[in-house]
């Protein structure tokens, strides 16, 4: 029962918050008040109201319920609702947008109470889906997730991917609210004040819809307790008012994202009215339940046998296999395509611990994100083309300090004739351009095995690159690998050149390592299977001794291993050259594309010859 | 009136059809027969039941009638229903998959009847929304656009981006059909046969539905009929079967992308039937409509007096209007920015070629690339940090030749307070891995301006970088600027180290020379507008006259600015220094994050400095 008491309280929290959220954006002389004005009750009411259990002093607690902010910009909102809840003070507030403070322009992890970094709309709900799998089939825990979603960022496509995956997986302890303030940045939504019509999209999915006034509590409360009880996931709409609470911003146009001057804060504050500094809401904590925990196990071995090719694929799914006993906490995620990832190995060893995220990538990889944040090892698996659908969801993954690995099969032109739709001709460049990411490249299963393995034990954003077709055995079983390795597979006082190549350009270095040799010239050849970090000494050793680096890559040459080599390199000034993908691909067989493409053992040797020849001349008119 | 011989002609095509989706894929070793089966029916009752309007000599022709097959690996259906129409022969069809052949893997723009590359799923819709409203308000054309639509890529989320904007923009010319075949590429969809659920799910957002038997040609022709009287866009849904007409692939899982070997194909072709073989369809040409036409007039001209700082993003938008009347097939897309990437300024002046694609950047690449496809040249902006959102999209738009045009603003760490969610850091490497791209960053309005009008010239894919903040004017007005040029700012013959930047960091290049000039150290500083491809001559030059060379760029070291110059150095070896944002940033004022991620002038002259005591020390002991 709503009494009284608790609605006056609510009431004066309101003020607070709006006075709070108009003031730290003043101070900052930037920000997103109105914003934040329009869904002071929606949130209030939510973290207030009796609904939501949280341990103030544990956010990592599991048993919270969870807060996602997926209108990132309505931070001074999010912040105030935990000055209110007593635990950031009016200082801390006032630091707002401050170069050092926690409390940044758009909630990062710095925070302590950010469950995830949002700012890039359309992702909060991906995010939300995540952590209510995680609590549904992962950790076994009654929390609810609630996602704080604009209406304006309900065109993005990534809400729908989320929309429509939480109803496929049950998710009846995720709640979104939809803050239906008719306004975006400049102009109005598509659908205005609309409600209905957001209800009825979200509802024709099979979400539980609830429509409010988002101003008045008793509406927003007994949407809460209304959601609780759902079997469904629940979309609550609120019509609200965009600056509600001061009337020169009530629903106009042209105030998104401006912070108050002066003159105009002090209007607004007056038409507050009496504000009470000092009111504060509760926040109930949660029930202590114990998650589900599994203890770690040693992990399984794998041997393979010198004289059988396998695909990297292959042994990337194998490789969950073999070490999921050591690292309980992975999952598996796969966008439909399993058989070809090769993830179904791990999926049908162990169903429960994979989810089909379907041809829905950015939920996906946002979904990952939150199971991340829930203390899970999310592997995350599709062609390593269209994980570049999901970049801007792995770009802000890293201000959520996300502990994600994420796999792409089928690189490069050598996929043959399915043709340039399918091959990952950038991802090397992508995942490279993410800050602190660390890229793999395994040319053969061992390396694969074993670098899946480092990329578990590795905290942050990792990348493996896989194969489709299937490579010689190159490592005997008792080879190690490490982050920010590499091996040198020929070597000779006499090497004339260094190749550096990764993964399929590999065995094409080894056969020209073969052919060269018969005309008895030597060359050093290195697998960069880890192609960031660069093993820097040792190619710094190989750029001495031998004078050359010619680097091979099934990728554009843009951010690929050349680049990532000469960067590595720099400032020692050693030629470097770089064999990759220069022509639009097309359709063939994987032999006739990499002969196409020059970066076949073929054009490896011939430029090693045209270097020898180079520096010949120059020595002889030098 | 469907007459009886019409029909029966169209179960002759059928069976054709399907023969040829076997036969082709068979004779390719890979392919996907089953996917091309299922949706047999629906493309041939398009093409020859009397709806479709093509005039087959000639795909270019304005008037056609649009096909595109968003479930793009259903390409032998595509190439086969051309050879019914008489103008590609069973030969061609034969050469699907091998290298040379224009008959790919998936469609892409090397064979004459695609619209536009596709195989990456679920961007086909956004593609024909693009090639929709070029019909409806820019060419002012009656054709109309059909998008084949699988089942399985409806969890795509930019599907339903455009399923919003077809709504919003009234697109009754713009007609899809989801060919619900239950089967994705590893097991059943979300929905199964549920076809119902699709038909509520795109109806509840405006669309008219008709649910039909996918392969009972009255149903098909009716649909397409009803379809043409539509007010609204129209979402045939189709129930169909995959591998429909072979028993043996009738609705089994595990047969997708699986062409058929020559036993089973043999049994296939049994089942068929008898097969004519001379059948042929008939496609009316169409209407002979003059499309709106405007006949270039000479660009404005604009000033920019030197005493007053001004942000490349306002030059940006003053641009668009400067340069239209030279460009009439210009358009501008952005995505609910406008008055931050100030493509607004362009709005306001010619509000007919502006289109607001609300925040759904997915769908807005792919309208981009219906609109380029149809001969306009779209400007497409948003912040630089959400065109990664659309990078797939992007990434296709090579594979369909396309003319575009991307804008990004708010680069860099520069912007400041909002903090990093908005801070576009890898769109330099992102688009620098586009193939055949061209990436430009000017520093001043003055090379903006005229930056903007190299890009409308030139025919490709280019990304201009902007920025947020007002920056003083570099150039006099009567500065040239060209793709793969670059200025010399700052020359001398005592030249210690160059120092190449652009953008916001040439702006401390040049601080960086007036501090170090006050201490007679002199350095030459280049603007590197043309990041790609760069001015390797001058580069070259400078790296031989000065030494060594310093990059500045406000962006994430890989794949950036600095990468680009290495990679267009070598093998001339010249050590290169590159100053990138390497630490995680935050909130904070402009001039306080430059310092931080050392990338101002004071990292500038740090960085001279540097490289001068090195040379002294390997001097003195060398």
Not at 245 to 263: C, R
Request: net charge neutral.
């Amino acid at each position: 029962m709503q009494d009284r008491k608790k609605l006056e309280n609510l009431e004066k929290i309101s003020k607070l918050i709006r006075y709070y959220s108009l003031a730290m954006s003043t101070a900052a002389g930037s920000g997103h008040p109105t914003s934040s004005l329009s869904a002071t009750e929606l949130m209030a009411g939510l973290l207030f109201g009796g609904t939501f259990r949280y341990d103030l002093e544990n956010p990592e607690n599991a048993n919270n319920d969870r807060l996602i902010f997926s209108k990132g910009h309505a931070s001074p909102l999010f912040y105030s609702l935990w000055a209110v809840a007593g635990t950031v003070s009016e200082k801390e507030l006032m630091s707002f947008r401050k170069f050092g403070s926690p409390i940044e322009g758009h909630p990062t992890v710095a925070f302590r109470y950010t469950e995830a970094a949002t700012g890039s709309l359309g992702q909060g709900l991906s995010i939300g889906v995540g952590m209510a799998l995680n609590a549904k089939y992962l950790d076994r825990l009654p929390y609810r997730t609630y996602v704080l979603l604009g209406d304006s960022e309900m065109a993005e496509g990534s809400q729908w991917e989320s929309i429509q995956i939480a109803v496929h997986y049950k998710l009846n302890n995720l709640v979104g609210v939809i803050d239906v303030n008719r306004l975006g940045q400049r102009g109005e939504t598509m659908y205005g004040f609309d409600v209905e019509a957001y209800a009825q999209s979200v509802g024709s999915f099979g979400w539980e819809t609830i429509v409010i006034d988002g101003h008045a509590y008793h509406e927003v409360l007994g949407a809460y307790e209304k959601a609780c009880r759902s079997e469904k996931p629940v979309m609550i709409v609120a019509k609200t008012i965009k600056g509600k609470g001061v009337s020169f911003l009530e629903d106009k146009n042209g105030w998104h994202g401006v912070a108050l001057k002066k003159d105009d804060f002090d209007m607004a504050v007056k038409e507050l009215g009496e504000i009470d500094y000092s009111v504060r809401g509760e926040i109930p904590p949660p029930e202590n339940v114990k998650p589900q925990f599994v203890e770690p196990q040693p992990a399984g071995t794998i041997t393979y046998p010198m004289d059988k090719p396998v695909a990297t694929r292959n042994a990337y799914g194998k490789a969950l296999v073999r070490i999921y006993p050591q690292f309980p906490t992975m999952v598996s995620l796969d966008a439909e395509v399993s058989n070809s990832t090769m993830s179904e190995i791990f999926k049908d060893a162990y169903p429960n611990r994979f989810f089909e995220m379907f041809i829905a990538e950015q939920n996906m990889a946002g979904a990952a994100v939150g199971l991340a944040r829930r203390g899970k090892i999310p592997f995350v698996s599709t062609f390593a083309a269209f994980l570049s659908r999901a970049f801007d969801q792995i770009r802000m993954g890293v201000y959520s300090d996300a502990n994600i690995k994420f796999v792409g099969s089928h690189a490069g032109v050598s996929i043959g004739q399915d043709g340039p739709s399918q091959m990952g001709l950038e991802d090397i460049a992508l995942f490279r351009a993410i800050l602190n990411s660390v890229v793999l490249y395994p040319c053969d299963a061992v390396s694969a095995d074993r670098l899946v393995e480092e990329a578990a034990k590795h905290w942050g954003i990792v990348y493996i690159r896989t194969t489709r077709m299937p490579t010689p055995i190159v490592y005997g079983t008792n080879e190690t690998f490490v982050i920010a390795g590499s091996k040198v597979l020929r070597k000779s006082d006499g090497d004339v050149v260094t190749v550096a190549a990764a993964g399929i350009t590999l065995h094409e270095a080894l056969k020209a390592y073969d052919e060269l040799r018969k005309q008895r010239i030597l060359i050093r050849v290195i697998d960069l299977y880890s192609v960031k970090p660069l093993d820097e000494a040792t190619l710094r050793d190989a750029a001495k001794s031998t004078g050359s680096i010619i680097t091979v890559e099934d990728h554009y040459p843009a951010g690929g291993i050349g680049e990532a080599v000469m960067s590595a390199l720099t400032p020692l000034t050693v030629p470097v050259y770089s064999l990759a993908v220069h022509k639009r691909p097309k359709s063939g067989m994987p032999a006739e594309l990499l002969d196409y493409e020059e970066i076949s053992h073929k054009s490896i040797v011939s430029k090693v010859k045209e270097i020898m020849w180079m520096r010949e001349r120059q020595a002889s008119t030098g």
